[in-house]
């Protein structure tokens, strides 16, 4: 098991930068998620942190130990790529059992190893089994068992799920979370798909255009986006943002949003220009109560769920609500947000208010 400690860590490639100075810790035992868009520095990140990729600049630490410089072969981490690259000659045993062997590892020890690595992944049945031929599922398993066989400090997963079909995709994340759970091992796993961080991840660090946009556990960074970009990027559908111009006065703690007033969380307070009141779609009401007014322009019926979409004096803006609750495209309504859920963002920065 490892800590994995990033410290102002950067890549060029040329005068491109690909991940701009970045900072954080993984804890021992750890499943961390590297999330974002496409071309955001997450594989370059991960890389960096196994020694495939040196840093412009910055240090890696793994235990303590200041490993920068150190070849991936040093550092004691296993590797499991979204391509399962196993040896297509040889039979599943013989691709689970093949790093153990060229470390020089007795032959007895090598087959107590792998046996005991097939039962954890329940694939003892198919060892003799050529890998030609076996499922999506298995070859992932079998990719698995070659990693895990060494008893490495850490896991570095980039993708390892992304070639198979959503509702295997889903199994197998449960299969791999619950794998980590009885192992214990620290790992790093790379994903776009923020569902799967959500779902899986201990910690997340959200990265955009090669910056750590947020680092935290999957409810904060869900409740509380430290950007407008985590909280586009985190939630569907996404985080709404109703725009104004204002000032939410520092100790009064509400803003005037045209005719009504809006509470929002003592955190916020002291903010004035262009602003964005973040609200979450399942944190919007349709309450013909209250006196900010919105049209209904479309309705998505989701079985238990429906999502609305709502024209507002800020924008438009979606709520998630019961399907069984009375939603008509064409009709107003009123609309109560949860007060204390609410983020404000200055616009212009992107940035939260906190
Ligand atoms: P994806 O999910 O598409 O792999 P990513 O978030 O993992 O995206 P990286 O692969 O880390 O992103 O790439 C970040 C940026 O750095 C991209 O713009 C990519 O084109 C660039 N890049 C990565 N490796 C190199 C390289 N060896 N030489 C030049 N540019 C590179």
């Given at each position: 098991m490892a800590q994995i400690c990033i410290e102002n860590v950067r890549k060029d490639f040329g005068s491109f930068t690909a991940v701009q100075s970045s900072s954080f810790t993984i804890e021992d035992g750890e499943f961390f998620m590297l999330l974002g868009p496409s071309g955001c520095g997450k594989t370059t990140t991960l890389r960096m942190m196994a020694g495939l990729e040196l840093p412009t600049s910055g240090e890696i630490f793994i235990d303590g130990e200041e490993?920068?410089?150190?070849p991936a072969s040093q550092r004691d981490i296993a590797f499991v790529f979204q391509m399962f690259a196993l040896y297509p000659h040889m039979n599943v045993g013989k691709n689970i059992s093949y790093p153990l062997l060229s470390q020089g590892m007795p032959k007895p020890q090598v087959k107590r190893k792998v046996d005991e690595v097939a039962q954890i992944l329940g694939i003892t049945d198919i060892l003799k089994k050529p890998v030609g031929g076996l499922s999506g599922g298995d070859r992932q398993r079998v990719a698995l068992g070659r990693a895990i066989v060494r008893d490495p400090k850490a896991f570095f997963m980039d993708e390892p799920l992304g070639a198979l079909d959503a509702e295997f995709r889903e199994h197998m994340s449960e299969e791999l979370r619950a794998l980590h759970d009885r192992m214990g091992a620290t790992t790093v796993y790379v994903t776009h798909d923020q569902l799967e961080a959500m779902q899986m991840g201990d910690k997340i660090v959200v990265m955009n255009h090669g910056v750590v946009e947020q680092f935290g556990v999957p409810q904060d960074i869900y409740d509380w986006p430290a950007t407008m970009f985590v909280a586009s990027f985190i939630g569907s559908p996404s985080m709404n943002f109703l725009n104004f111009h204002g000032i939410v006065g520092s100790g009064t703690?509400?803003?005037?949003?045209g005719e009504s007033e809006i509470r929002v969380p003592e955190q916020h307070a002291g903010g004035r220009g262009d602003l964005a009141l973040g609200v979450r779609p399942e944190h919007v009401h349709l309450d013909?109560?209250?006196?900010?007014r919105a049209e209904v322009v479309a309705t998505e019926y989701l079985g238990t769920t429906q999502i609305v979409t709502l024209n507002t004096p800020h924008g438009d803006i979606k709520a998630r609500i019961a399907s069984s609750d009375r939603a008509v495209v064409g009709e107003k309504t009123g609309l109560r947000f949860d007060e204390r859920t609410i983020t404000v963002f200055e616009t212009e920065k992107g940035r939260a208010l906190l």
């Open positions: 490993v920068g410089m150190k703690t509400s803003v005037a949003l013909d109560a209250s006196d900010y």
